[in-house]
């Protein structure tokens, strides 16, 4: 469960970093985990979900989710980029420049444009973030209800 709880717990955090950057259909978010990935915010939930995978101990529902995972998430990822495309003449650079998905370790000052800013806590309430740390304590308390009524 702790191990489980060790890989839930980036993925919360690159959640709630990436949204208070992220000023949706207003700017280009290049900043903060922007910076490294372009889709920090799915990132983040894969990683939540392969921690509950670890905590539930279970491979196979781990296999499942990476499948469905892309599987859904990849013709959303690449509709928003057209999206971004036809929005910000800027995407273009900053696509060639940062990975879709896994991060890079390193950040080029180039990619961080004008209209870029620090984290934003008014962002981060604004996108109701929040709900996420909620949803990953009420899993976690589920994985550990569960535990205790299956420990013989």
Request: with cysteine; charged share 5%.
């Given at each position: 469960m702790l191990l489980g709880g060790l890989v839930v717990a980036p993925g919360l955090l690159l959640r709630a970093l990436a949204s208070g950057h992220v000023r949706k259909n207003e700017?280009?978010?290049?900043?903060?985990?922007?910076?490294?990935?372009?889709?920090?915010?799915?990132?983040?939930?894969?990683?939540?979900?392969?921690?509950?995978?670890v905590a539930a101990r279970s491979w196979w529902v781990g296999v499942a989710l990476v499948a469905m995972f892309f599987a859904i998430y990849l013709p959303v990822i690449r509709g928003e980029e057209d999206f971004l495309r036809r929005r910000f003449p800027e995407f273009e650079e900053y696509a060639r420049r940062v990975p879709r998905m896994l991060p890079r370790f390193y950040r080029e000052p180039e990619t961080l444009a004008e209209n870029s800013s620090g984290f934003s806590w008014d962002l981060y309430w604004q996108h109701r973030e929040y709900n996420a740390l909620l949803g990953v304590a009420a899993m976690m308390a589920g994985l550990v209800v569960k535990r205790m009524l299956l420990q013989p």
């Open positions: 700017a280009l978010a290049t900043s903060g985990p922007y910076a490294y990935t372009r889709n920090p915010l799915y990132l983040g939930s894969l990683l939540m979900g392969l921690g509950f995978c």
